[in-house]
């Protein structure tokens, strides 16, 4: 399994401003993408630098490219959320964007669920999820030898 690097968490609150939200997320994709080793000739990177540029014309902010830019930077974002994440809103706050993890996760969470990880079988290979008395949560990936590695971990 290849370490990628995820955000968990708002990237950006307190606004609902489109001139706001647009250079954030461009932002934070361009962190994403050079974290997880992304190519920055790439065509995402050229459609960010594309926005980026549009995005210093007057009225850019007023017109329709707005519409379109943030609709394609939303699904970006959605692409580099962590497993069992989204990108969106807070689901208890409208104004906080940023990655959160799924509601349902533990319902539809389709490797095995633990409360500790001694509980983990001898031959199991997957995703483990382990929950403990108090609600946190970390995914663990177990691979063809039986080693755990951490791929998120919140509180």
């Known amino acids: 399994m290849t370490k990628k690097y995820y955000d968990i968490g708002s990237v950006t609150s307190c606004t609902m401003r489109t001139e706001d939200l647009i250079p954030a997320f461009v932002d934070e994709l361009e962190w994403l993408i050079r974290q997880n080793g992304g190519n920055p000739k790439g065509e995402?990177?050229?459609?960010?630098?594309?926005?980026?540029?549009?995005?210093e014309k007057d009225n850019y902010y007023e017109g329709e490219d707005r519409d379109w830019d943030l609709d394609l930077l939303f699904d970006w974002l959605?692409?580099?959320?962590?497993?069992?994440?989204?990108?969106?809103?807070?689901?208890?706050?409208?104004?906080?964007?940023?990655?959160?993890?799924?509601?349902?996760?533990?319902?539809?969470?389709?490797?095995?669920?633990v409360t500790d990880l001694s509980e983990i079988p001898k031959r199991y290979r997957g995703e483990v999820l382990e929950v403990n008395d108090h609600g946190n949560m970390t995914l663990w990936y177990c691979n063809s030898t039986g080693k755990l590695t951490e791929v998120w971990s919140i509180v």
């Not at 995402?44 to 995005?55: H, S």
């Open 44 to 55: 995402k990177w050229k459609e960010l630098q594309a926005i980026k540029e549009r995005m």
């Open 78 to 113: 959605n692409e580099f959320a962590p497993p069992y994440f989204y990108f969106g809103a807070n689901p208890g706050d409208g104004a906080d964007f940023g990655f959160w993890v799924m509601e349902d996760i533990q319902e539809d969470f389709n490797g095995i669920k």
